[in-house]
């Protein structure tokens, strides 16, 4: 009750308030996420350049509590990283045409989609849905921060990066989406009205690889620093 209490607070008094909480992102969201959205990422898992985005879910559940370690699940022995913006949602919409989309947000984070590998393969080959693979606990990372896209210099063109162990493995631009974030809404909000504090993971360009106990994961928005996560 005083979780439903709080949230109404916030939500009147600042409807717009585009940093959310940590109240607000654990209790209201669905997290939307693309798949296959960078065609060199497609190739890597030697999947098809769709037609129209693949999306799938994730549950409340999966965001990974900040300052928590990820822990490797013992049902899988291929957890990878897969380093993706985050657009959040700042309002209500529904049949969204693609020249109102940039009304629905306005700024941009970073994310992992933690996928493992093997359950999603077996998935595939059996023609079965991913959650299990893709909607796991602590499988979705979000940076606390989110960054105002009018603080961004080209928000058609945002560069995005994953360090592991201080090595540069994945480096994308928005640019580089088979589909825009302004596609994806037009497309997602067909089926699913799009609620204020969703999120959407647009995809992840190419350079995944499997995590291992001790490996230090670091995103960033250009220069920007936006997670730290280690693996347990
Ligand atoms: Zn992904």
């Known amino acids: 009750m005083i979780l439903h209490i709080e949230l109404k607070r ?3 008094f600042s409807p717009f308030r585009l940093s959310c909480s940590r109240l607000e992102i654990l209790s209201i969201m669905k997290i939307i996420c693309i798949g296959r959205n960078y065609s060199e ?9 769709p037609d129209v985005p693949v999306f799938f879910c994730k549950p409340d ?10 822990f490797i699940p013992d049902w899988s022995a291929n957890i990878q990283f897969e380093v993706e913006l985050v657009y959040r949602i700042h309002r209500l919409g529904k049949n969204i045409e693609y020249r109102f989309a940039p009304r629905y947000y306005a700024e941009v984070g970073l994310g992992i989609d933690f996928t493992a590998r093997d ?8 023609g079965l849905p ?9 499988s979705a990372v979000i940076s606390q921060e989110f960054i105002s896209l009018e603080d ?3 928000r058609t063109n945002i560069r995005f990066s994953l360090k592991k162990n201080n090595q540069t493995v994945q480096s994308g631009h928005s640019a580089g989406m088979i589909f825009s974030i302004d596609r994806i809404i037009e497309y997602i ?3 699913m009205t799009l609620k204020m504090g969703d999120l959407i993971f647009t995809g992840t360009p190419a350079g995944v690889g ?12 250009e220069e920007k620093k936006m997670f730290r996560v280690n693996i347990r």
């Open 61 to 70: 559940s999966a965001v990974l509590p900040k300052g928590t370690p990820f």
């Open 189 to 191: 909000s067909k089926y």
């Open 41 to 49: 990422h497609a190739k890597e898992l030697g999947n098809k350049i």
């Open 152 to 154: 961004i210099s080209d």
């Open 210 to 221: 499997p995590v291992a106990v001790g490996v230090v994961l670091e995103g960033y928005i």
């Open 10 to 12: 916030e939500n009147h």
């Open 130 to 138: 991913w959650e299990l693979a893709k909607a796991f606990d602590g």
């Open 119 to 126: 359950i999603q393969e077996r998935q595939k080959r059996n």
